[in-house]
């Protein structure tokens, strides 16, 4: 079964200090992947896919995301933080021939200190 | 583009009503649509996925008699909670598909809180 795990919870980091939030995911076959924001009482906003080619994927807000398939690993990166940024960010995956189903990962709550 | 929306975006119900929650894509089709549930400090889990035109698969564990879901059109997808209890208290978010195929993204509305009395 497909799987994604976000180890951390929570993520501190200070206003223009990069940011990093981990994901690592566990399929049998080529995984397709996503992360999304979501600010308090909202929906999910989405901020890039991965799918296949380049590795390094640019998505909103100056977020990118590394695709690193010997390392399962697809972890949010973004160089200057802002407090703006302060959310919870789910990392997703959907494996190839599946129904079009996301499978979330737990969710980390990133907090941009001032 | 790509903006999804839902109503109500906040219902407090007594016990034993029934309520409706209606997803829209605004500019749009989306053929398929998903609705999630969120518990507090909790990732997403999904419930059901709407096709226009048939329907709805649910996930193991969720009574499709009592989530009722109705996907009458390529831009209305619509959540009936039947004779909803205090557990049934959640945020419900859908979302819908752009594009064909594997490759699409699913686009999210903003969720209805759901409080049940």
């Known amino acids: 079964a497909q799987s994604v795990a976000q180890p951390e919870d929570q993520v501190n980091v200070a206003e223009g200090n990069p940011l990093t939030v981990k994901c690592t995911y566990s399929?049998?076959?080529?995984?397709?992947l996503f992360w999304y924001v979501q600010y308090p009482n909202r929906g999910l906003q989405f901020l890039l896919k991965?799918?296949?080619?380049?590795?390094l994927v640019k998505g909103s807000y100056g977020f990118e995301a590394e695709f690193n398939k010997s390392q399962t690993s697809f972890h949010l990166k973004k160089p200057s933080a802002l407090v703006s940024d302060s959310a919870l960010y789910f990392c997703?995956?959907?494996?190839?021939?599946?129904?079009?189903?996301?499978?979330f990962g737990s969710g980390t709550q990133l907090t941009v200190l001032p | 583009g790509a903006v999804v929306s839902q109503h109500p975006s906040r219902v407090i119900c007594k016990s034993g009503t029934s309520v409706k929650i209606e997803c829209r894509s605004l500019?749009?089709?989306?053929?398929?649509m998903f609705w999630y549930r969120q518990f507090p400090k909790q990732s997403l889990m999904l419930m059901a996925t709407?096709?226009?035109?048939?329907?709805?698969?649910?996930e193991q564990g969720v009574e499709k008699d009592k989530f009722l879901i109705n996907h009458a059109s390529l831009t209305l997808s619509t959540l009936t909670v039947t004779s909803a209890h205090p557990e049934d208290s959640s945020f419900y978010i859908c979302?819908?598909?752009?594009?064909?195929?594997?490759?699409?993204?699913?686009?999210f509305g903003p969720g209805t809180r759901l409080t049940v009395l």
């Open positions: 979302s819908a598909s752009v594009g064909s195929g594997i490759t699409d993204t699913q686009y």
């Open positions: 399929v049998s076959g080529n995984p397709y």
């Open positions: 991965y799918i296949t080619g380049d590795n």
């Open positions: 997703a995956v959907r494996l190839t021939g599946s129904a079009r189903q996301l499978t």
């Open positions: 500019d749009f089709q989306a053929t398929t």
């Open positions: 709407s096709n226009e035109g048939s329907k709805a698969t649910y």
